[in-house]
């Protein structure tokens, strides 16, 4: 199957800084990526949806001037934690597909702490 | 809009025993459908998926499924279950609609007794 890596794959930072999570299709060309977040012992949530070249789209409640997505090439797409406050703190995974699979790969998440 | 539901939280089995996880969706045109295992700090890796055809689908590491449209079920099953089983299932519904967007159930973790 097709290989998401997504990087770091845990962060600590401090309360007001910002963080960058960077997902990468390795071996394909990810037309589409996906955003989730999961709490402790709960499911995946759908953060956003975004397409290479174009803006993200958000779930309903996913403030985007927080959570900043960018998607400028079809192998790559960043998540930015601004302004990150301990209650940001959980795991974030992302998946891709390409415009000819029906099947989204998923990374390997990111466990994000912020003290 | 579409959703997952999956009634068990927590399941615990005794090894080698038979295993079957419930999913229940709710979609209003033929279903994408998955099975995710999540180990713990983990991503999600794939078991199987049900796109068409065959209702009956086999996945890895012994798993099947069986899509029942009539039930708005697709069900995990394992007849012999191996303590490495032990970890987080999540059920998901897919929108082709939506991009393949998934829609994830609350996810049963699978504990297993010795």
């Known amino acids: 199957g097709a290989v998401v890596s997504q990087h770091p794959s845990w962060v600590i930072c401090k309360s007001g800084t910002s963080v960058k999570i960077e997902c990468r299709s390795l071996?394909?060309?990810?037309?589409?990526m996906f955003w989730y977040r999961q709490f402790p012992k709960q499911s995946l949530m759908l953060m956003a949806t975004s397409n290479e070249g174009s803006k993200a789209t958000y779930e309903q409640g996913v403030e985007k001037d927080k959570f900043l997505i960018n998607h400028a090439s079809l192998t790559l797409s960043t998540l930015t934690v601004t302004s990150a406050h301990p209650e940001d703190s959980s795991f974030y995974i992302c998946?891709?597909?390409?415009?000819?699979?029906?099947?989204?790969?998923f990374g390997q998440g990111t466990r994000l702490t912020v003290v | 809009a579409q959703s997952v539901t999956q009634p068990d939280i927590h399941i615990t089995v005794s090894e080698g025993a038979s295993l079957e996880l419930r999913c229940n969706y709710s979609?209003?045109?033929?279903?994408?459908l998955f099975w995710y295992v999540q180990s713990p700090g983990q991503g999600l890796q794939l078991l199987l998926k049900y796109f068409s055809g065959d209702t009956l689908v086999q996945g890895i590491k012994g798993f099947e499924a069986e899509f029942k449209r009539s039930q708005s079920s697709f069900n995990l099953r394992k007849p012999s279950v191996h303590w490495s089983d032990a970890a987080e299932y999540f059920c998901?519904?897919?929108?082709?609609?939506?991009?393949?967007?998934?829609?994830f159930g609350g996810g049963t973790r699978l504990m297993v007794k010795p």
């Open positions: 071996d394909f060309q990810a037309t589409t």
């Open positions: 998946s891709a597909r390409d415009s000819k699979n029906t099947e989204a790969f």
């Open positions: 979609y209003g045109a033929t279903p994408y």
């Open positions: 998901a519904v897919g929108s082709f609609n939506a991009g393949n967007m998934l829609t």
